[in-house]
C-alpha cells in the first residue's frame, strides 16, 4: 500500500550522495557505455520476484478446493452499505495521506507550498502509486515534478518525501506497540512468544515512540543517515504525522475489516497489526499494489483459504481501495486536460491543470498497465460457454485460437509499452493505441468479451485525451526497460498464471493437452498462452541483458561541409573539437553557427557553447534544449564559460564548476624578469640539448603524419593509458591534418609535438595534442611551452588558453554546495589519482588569468546521471579517468 515513500526517499539520498569527478586528458576514445551490471540493480527485483513466487504457492496451497466463479458470486453478495462504510474509509485513508505532505512540508519548506498543492501531491502521488507500483517513476516523479514547479530545491523535496516516509513507518510501529499491548494471545506468529514477551515488546515500541517525542520537544533536530540529512517535525508535527499515520493505516485496514464476513472473527486490533505485515511483504514483493504478496500474507494470518466470502472481500478491497483512487484521479486529469484546452478559462482551473499535468504520464502508463492487467487475465480464465457457441457460427475455430494467442502476446505488450509512456514517449503513445485497438478486436474473436472490449476502448480514450502529453521522440530503443520495471512485469505475469492454474486445477494435466484445439478446450489455450507469455518475457529480459552490458558507442555523424569555416572564424579555440570526427552537429537556420553534441546513456552532451554569433547560439542553445526533451535526454553542456550561465539558468538548469581555465595575456607576456627565469632555463636547457622548434604548416603535415603517429604511441605506451576523446582530441589522422603542428627536433626526429588551435580573430591561441617521445629531454615539453606563447604573441594574438586545471579553485566552506565541498576535497587529497595540484602548479609558472568554466545539467536524480554520462563519454567509463 505505501510502497511510494520507502523507494522515493532512497532515490532523493542517491540525489544527494552521489558525485563523479571528471576529464582527466589521456585515456581512449570517446564512448557511451553502461558499464557491468551492478548485482544491486537486479538483486531486488529478483527477490521481489523470489516473494511473489513465494506468495503464489502459498495462495495454491491455501484457497484448494475453492471456485473462481463462487468467489465471484460471493461479491455480489457483499451488502451495499458495507461497500459505503469501504467507500467512506477509503476516503478517509487518502485525506490522512494528504496530511503526511502538508506536515512534512511545514517542517521543511514552511510558508512556501499552498496547503492544498501539498495534499494534492501527497494524494495523488500514493493513488498512483498504490494502483501501479513502480514508486519512483510514479509517486516519487510525480512529487518532484510537483514541488520542484513551486521553486523547491531538490535537497528539500528529498527531505519533504523523508520526512513523510518517516511518519507512515512512526504510525506502523506505534500501531504494532499498541496490538502487542492490547492483545498479546490472539496475535499470528508472535503469540508463540508468551504473553509477557509480547506485553515487554509492545511497551518497549511505544514507550521508544513517546521519548522521541520528548526529544524532539528539545529543539530542531535533525536526522542523518550516511551523506544524507533531514529535518525532523517539531513534537507537535510529530505527534500529527503519527496520527495521520495511524488513522490512514486503521482506516485502510477498516476498508478490508469492514468487507470481511461475519465468520472472520480476528478483533479489530489483531486485523490492523495482520494489516501492517501484509504491507510491507506487499511492498517487499516489487509487484503492482504488492499484488498477490499482500493476499497470501492476508490468507495466511487469518486462515481464510477455505472462506469463499473473505477471498470475495479481498477482491472487493482490491477495486475500492486500489483501483477506486487511481481511476478518480485518472477522471481527475481527463476533466483538466478538457478544460485545459478551452479557450476561456479562468485562473484557478488552468492553475489546477498545471498542478495535475505532471500527473498525466504515470497516470498514463498505469492505464495502459491496467488494460495489459485486464487482457492478461482474461487469457487465463475460461471464456463464457454460450459466447463462444455464438462465436462460432461466424468465426473458424483456428482464428479463435489464434486470436486468444495474439491477445496474450498484447497485453505482455501493454506491459511493457506502459514504461515508454511514463518518459512521454511518443511513439510509446502511439503504440499503446494499436495495442488497446487490438486488445479489443481480439477480446471479441477470442469470446466475445464485448466488456473487455469496450472496457479497453474507453481507457485507450483516456490516452486519446492526453495526447498532447507525448510529445518526446527517443533515440533509445522502446524497450529499454529497467530491472525493476522487468521484475514487475514477471510478478504480474506470474500471478495471471496462478489464476490460470487455479482456475483449471481440475485438469489433468498430459502431454497431449498442448495439442488439443476445440471450441470448449480452454485449459489447452490457457497453457498456449501461457508459453507465449513467457516466451515475450523472457526475450525482452535477454534484450534488457544484453543491452545493458554491451558497450554503447554514440554515433559520429558526417562534418557539415561549412563547419570547418565556422571553426576558423570562432571566438574560441575550442571549436576546433567539432572537427574530430566523433560528434553529430545541430546545425543553425542559414548555417551561421552550430553545436556540437553525442549521446552518452540518457543524456545529450554539447561540447562547450554553441559556436556562433552572440544571437544565433542563443538560438542554439534553445533548439539543443527542445530537441533533448523530444528525445527524452537529459541537458547537457561541458565546459561553458561564466558569461553564458544567465542563458541556460533560465532554462531550468543547474551549473557545477568543473575547475578552472588558464589564459595567459599575451599583450603582457616575456621571459624577462625573475618569475620567468624557469621558462628562460627550459629554453636555454633545450638550445643545449640540440632542440629545434618548428611551426609547420599544415599543408606539409601529411608527410609528417607516419612519424607523429610513432610519437604519439609511444607517449601512450609510456603513460599507460588509452585515448580519450569528445572534449580532448585523439590521434587521427583526418583530425591532425586540418591543423598547423608545433615540434621539437633533435636532429632530423621529431621528438615531441603539439597541434595548434587558432582563434578567427586573434583572440585566442592553444594546442590540443601534447605528445613526446619517452627519453625526450626533461626540458621538452615547457620549451615547447614557452617558444609557443611568443610565437603566438609575435603572431598578434591576444590570449594563450593553456587548458583547465580540473577541479581547482572549488570552495570548501561549509556553506558551499556538496559539488563544490567533494571537489574541494578531492582536488586536495586525491593526488594519488589525479595530480590536479601539479597542473595548476605547472600552468602557474605562465602567470595566467583563471576563469571558472561549469557543466550545466538537470537539476535533481539527473544530476548525478548526467555526470555519469559525461565521464563515461570522454574517459570511456566512469573509472577510467583514474587511470594514471
Known sequence: MKSAASIDVQAMSTAEGSSAALAGRDDEPATARRTGLPVKRFLLPVLGVAIVAIAVYVLHQLIHGISLSGVFDAVGQIPTLHLAYAI???????????????????????????????????????????????????????????????????????????????????????????????????????????PGIDIALGAA?????????????????????????????SSRGAMIQIAAGIVDISAAAATLYVLMPDTVTTGPIVFALVFVLATVVGIASHSPGGLGAFEATIIAALGIGRNTEALAALLAYRAIYTLLPFLVATLGLIVSEIIRHREHVGKGVRTTARLLEPLVPPVSAGITFLGGIILLFSTATPAVSDRLEFLADFIPLPFIELSHLG????????????????????????????????????????????????????LSGALVVFRDSFYRGSASRILDLSWGWLASVGTTALVALWIGLF????????????????????????????????????????????????????????????????????????????????????????????????????????????????????????????????????????????DSLPLFLDMGLIALKLGEVARVDLTQFSLEGPRRQPLRYAARRAEKDGLVFEIVDRARVPAMLQELRAVSDAWLEGKGGKEKGFSLGFFDENYVRHFDCAVMRKGDEIVAFANVWRSGDLEEFSVDLMRSKPGAPAATMEALFARLLLAARDEGFRWFNLGAAPLSGLSDSRLASRWNRFGSFLYRRGADLYNFDGLRAFKNKFDPVWTPHYLICPPGLDTPRALIDVTTLINGGPLEMMRK
Not at 162 to 176: E, K, P
Open 503 to 642: 482456475v483449471y486445477r481440475h485438469v489433468e494435466y498430459s502431454n497431449v493437452l498442448w495439442w488439443q484445439f476445440a471450441l470448449q478446450a480452454d485449459a489447452p489455450r490457457f497453457l498456449r498462452a501461457a508459453v507465449m507469455v513467457a516466451l515475450v518475457i523472457a526475450a525482452v529480459a535477454l534484450d534488457t541483458a544484453i543491452h545493458s552490458r554491451a558497450d554503447r558507442k554514440h554515433v559520429a555523424g558526417t562534418i557539415p561541409p561549412v563547419v570547418p569555416d565556422l571553426v576558423a572564424q570562432a571566438h574560441d579555440t575550442s571549436a576546433a573539437l567539432a572537427l574530430l570526427g566523433d560528434k553529430q552537429f545541430l546545425m543553425a537556420p542559414g548555417d551561421r553557427g552550430f553545436i556540437m553534441y553525442a549521446r552518452s546513456g540518457g543524456s545529450l552532451i554539447a561540447m562547450g557553447e554553441p559556436v556562433g554569433d552572440p544571437e544565433t547560439r542563443v538560438e542554439l542553445a534553445w533548439s539543443f534544449r527542445e530537441m533533448a526533451d523530444r528525445l527524452a535526454a537529459r541537458t547537457v553542456f561541458y565546459e561553458v564559460g561564466p
Open 88 to 194: 467512506g474509509f477509503t476516503a478517509l485513508s487518502f485525506a490522512a495521506i494528504a496530511l503526511y505532505d502538508v506536515v512534512a512540508v511545514e517542517t521543511v519548506a514552511r510558508g512556501r507550498i499552498p496547503r492544498h498543492v501539498s495534499a494534492m501531491a501527497g494524494a495523488a502521488g500514493y493513488a498512483v502509486s498504490n494502483a501501479l507500483g513502480f514508486s519512483l517513476l510514479t509517486g516519487g516523479a510525480l512529487r518532484y515534478r510537483i514541488y520542484a514547479a513551486e521553486g523547491i530545491p531538490v535537497q528539500d523535496i528529498g527531505r519533504i518525501i523523508g520526512t513523510s516516509w518517516l511518519s507512515i513507518w512512526m504510525a506502523f510501529a506505534v500501531l504494532v506497540g499498541i496490538a502487542l499491548l492490547a492483545d498479546p494471545q490472539d496475535l499470528p506468529w508472535l503469540s508463540q512468544l508468551g
Open 407 to 458: 491477445a496474450s502476446f498484447v497485453a505482455v505488450a501493454m506491459l511493457i509499452v506502459a514504461r515508454g509512456l511514463g518518459r512521454r514517449l511518443r511513439r510509446a503513445w502511439v503504440a499503446a493505441l494499436i495495442l488497446f485497438g487490438c486488445g479489443a478486436v481480439l477480446s471479441i474473436f477470442k469470446g466475445f468479451d464485448w466488456e473487455e472490449a469496450m472496457l479497453l476502448c474507453l
Open 205 to 233: 515500541i511505544v514507550g521508544g515512540m513517546a521519548l522521541f517525542i520528548f526529544w524532539l520537544s528539545g529543539g530542531e533536530r535533525t536526522l542523518t543517515i550516511g551523506k544524507v540529512s533531514a529535518r525532523l517535525p
